[in-house]
């Protein structure tokens, strides 16, 4: 039974012993042999993440498909059981074991002011709605659209942007606040001096500005404008426009700039952003570049939609009670992050490409093939870093980043057949090119 217990190629990544002590850490081992031991129980789960549109029978069956005689096929009791009997402890652990920045070269790794750069972001899950999840993840108050479909989880990470890789995250009820998450998330030890955070307007707090500083990172965050916005007088101008302000105890370097969009059709979008930095240095952190840097945010929502909307394919999860929720959501975290590292050490021999160019969906369409071959589970003592998964990869690199623009639009709910909200607007993705001033006027209308 245990030559089920494999993740194809990516068992290169997850092996058996990390698996093992997982388990022994979380004492999650089985005390007897069983039909199903604990650690075919984890390789089934995190099988189960990249085939999330199968039933567990049928994960069995391409985790089974390269075996020379057939096993049989765990009764759908029989398999909730083992998962219970595991529960999400050993998860959680290896999920501990395997997170982190992947080893990449200098040229690959994002950094700033010799910081590396790293965003933190929240989303939500929807979960199955079943009475023992809603006890825990209670649906969202209705708004004038009616009640919310499904109960949903609320996940904050921390992504490294050089590579997508997790550094960390927590989940719970959506209940509970992004900032509350993030905070415990940043108290717990997964923001380090060192770091440089990127974080959207929602993370403009002075509670969240100041336990960053506390941890000793730096930060770069974009603040709101509007009327009942965080407060930053201007202190004490800087030769470059900038100014410096307080939040707080925490002495921050304001940059206020104006950005113009031009697609090549002349269409002209412009926009305000006010910046709240802990660089207070503008020949260490140039106004512009700071500006510019802030794009990099935008990899932790490429991030979740690798995981939502390519790993779970907008479904909701499995799970139909809270444990099974949380036992699948690590399970879908750690492959997500299996996956980012076998893609980055596909790149890992050529520092002339960017880990921008590898192709998620590639790697993930790669790893399910191998799961149904059954290959390359076990190294010799040649080591290979690229390995099938990476041959596709390097194969079907995506053309180096452009500057583009695509309007933000509401979208309708998950999985529904209907247009997004607006009927006139532009869906299309234009070709831009961005200018960026620095303005240095501390009242600008929010954009």
Not at 42 to 50: C, E, F, N, R, S
Not at 122 to 145: C, E, H, W
Request: overall charge positive; glycine content about 8%.
């Amino acid at each position: 039974m245990f030559a089920v217990g494999h993740l194809g190629e990516l068992t290169q990544v997850v092996p058996f012993d990390l698996v093992d002590e997982a388990l022994a850490e979380a004492g999650g081992l089985q005390r007897r042999v069983r039909r199903l031991p604990s650690r075919v129980v984890v390789y089934l789960l995190l099988a189960g993440a990249l085939f999330t549109s199968m039933g567990w029978a049928q994960v069995w069956a391409r985790l089974t498909a390269s075996l020379p005689a057939s096993l049989p096929v765990p009764a759908g009791s029989s398999i909730t059981a083992a998962m219970r009997r595991v529960g999400p402890a050993p998860l959680k652990a290896l999920f501990d074991l395997l997170k982190g920045p992947a080893a990449v070269t200098a040229s690959q790794v994002t950094r700033f002011a010799g910081r590396l750069v790293v965003a933190i972001d929240g989303t939500q899950i929807p979960l199955p709605d079943t009475p023992a999840n809603l006890r825990v993840f209670p649906k969202a108050t209705a708004g004038p659209n009616g009640p919310a479909g499904y109960p949903m989880l609320r996940l904050v990470g921390l992504v490294a942007c050089g590579t997508r890789t997790l550094l960390d995250a927590v989940f719970g009820s959506d209940l509970t606040g992004e900032l509350t998450y993030a905070q415990d998330l940043l108290k717990a030890g997964a923001l380090r001096p060192g770091m440089l955070l990127l974080g959207d307007r929602n993370f403009s707090a002075t509670g969240f500005v100041t336990t960053v500083a506390d941890v000793g990172a730096d930060f770069l965050i974009r603040a709101k404008t509007h009327s009942t916005a965080l407060k930053l007088p201007a202190l004490r101008r800087l030769p470059d426009q900038t100014f410096l302000s307080r939040i707080g105890e925490v002495t921050v370097r304001v940059v206020e700039a104006a950005i113009t969009v031009t697609t090549a059709e002349g269409a002209v979008t412009n926009a305000g952003y006010r910046l709240v930095t802990s660089l207070l240095d503008p020949d260490e952190a140039p106004a512009i570049a700071l500006v510019r840097l802030y794009h990099e945010r935008w990899e932790i929502e490429t991030s979740y939609c690798e995981l939502k909307s390519t790993l779970l394919s907008g479904r909701v999860l499995r799970g139909r009670h809270p444990a099974a929720v949380a036992q699948e959501t690590w399970a879908l975290l750690i492959t997500y992050q299996v996956l980012r590292t076998a893609m980055t050490d596909a790149v890992l021999h050529r520092p002339d490409i960017d880990p921008d160019r590898t192709s998620f969906t590639i790697a993930l369409n790669a790893a399910r093939d191998q799961i149904i071959k059954a290959t390359s589970i076990i190294n010799d003592t040649h080591i290979d870093l690229v390995g099938r998964i990476g041959i596709a990869v390097l194969n079907a690199l995506l053309p180096a980043r452009r500057d583009r623009t695509r309007p933000r639009v509401k979208k309708r709910a998950i999985n529904s057949k209907y247009r997004a909200v607006g009927r006139d607007l532009d869906h299309r993705t234009h070709k831009t090119t961005i200018q960026i001033a620095v303005t240095g006027l501390p009242n600008h209308p929010d954009p």
